[in-house]
């Protein structure tokens, strides 16, 4: 069965790093969104992108965050300077664009330390 | 601004029986509700979904009701395993990029 798949795993890094999480989304998804969850909080939705653009984003998703999507397979997250508050879990999902499935799919994250 | 909210942090259930999960949400505009499931350093793994123009969808031992009248939604396990021994968090579809809005969660634990 397809599935998302995200690296690293873990990835520590030091404050003012930069950092990139990488993700590969099921194949035929055309919706793509990062999340994020801070130990012991809710799954916090960071920034949505569809057809090679950000079609929203949180309040949390600011000019230090940022999308891309390289090449046909690869969705990337990057922070250009961590700050110790990033250290989270984040989590990538895609969805199927197709009638009304609205449900989103999980891979199983990378937990970025900030030390 | 907790627009889904899970109040219960924590339930146990023995084996066998019937789990209850509950959700509440505050914005009557969500059109889509969904559960997931999720394992500690693992992603959350899709559930169950409703649609908010229908009030029950099941599948298998996973049921989930709606009642827009109230804003709850509830998520039913029968039979409860211990594989089923988990965090379940409710979220709610919103916009049209249709993001998800989490519930802070609520661990179940099966017990055999």
């Known amino acids: 069965e397809p599935e998302v798949t995200q690296t690293p795993s873990h990835q520590v890094t030091q404050m003012g790093q930069e950092v990139i999480l990488r993700c590969v989304p099921i194949?035929?998804?055309?919706?793509f969104y990062w999340y994020r969850q801070i130990l012991g909080q809710k799954v916090e939705f960071l920034v949505s992108?569809?057809?090679?653009?950000?079609?929203?984003k949180s309040e949390i998703f600011d000019d230090q965050f940022s999308v891309e999507r390289p090449d046909g397979s690869n969705f990337t997250l990057k922070i250009r300077s961590t700050k110790l508050e990033d250290s989270a879990m984040y989590f990538c999902?895609?969805?199927?664009?197709?009638?009304?499935?609205?449900?989103?799919?999980f891979g199983p994250g990378t937990r970025l330390t900030v030390t | 601004d907790q627009q889904v909210k899970q109040n219960s942090p924590s339930l146990s259930v023995q084996e066998g029986r019937i789990s209850i999960l509950n959700c509440d949400y505050t914005?009557?505009?969500?059109?889509?509700f969904l559960w997931y499931k999720k394992y500690p350093a693992e992603g959350p793994t899709f559930l169950i979904s409703?649609?908010?123009?229908?009030d029950k969808n099941e599948d298998g031992r996973f049921t989930v009701f709606l009642n827009k009248s109230a804003k709850h939604l509830s998520l039913h396990i029968v039979p409860s395993q211990p594989g089923d021994s988990a965090v379940y968090f409710c979220?709610?579809?919103?916009?049209?990029?249709?993001?998800?809005?989490f519930g802070t969660g609520t661990l179940l634990a099966v017990q055999p």
């Open positions: 999902a895609s969805r199927d664009p197709r009638g009304t499935i609205y449900e989103q799919y």
């Open positions: 194949s035929n998804h055309l919706y």
């Open positions: 992108f569809y057809n090679n653009e950000i079609s929203e």
């Open positions: 914005n009557s505009m969500f059109d889509y």
């Open positions: 409703i649609s908010s123009i229908k």
């Open positions: 979220a709610a579809s919103e916009g049209a990029t249709n993001k998800l809005i």
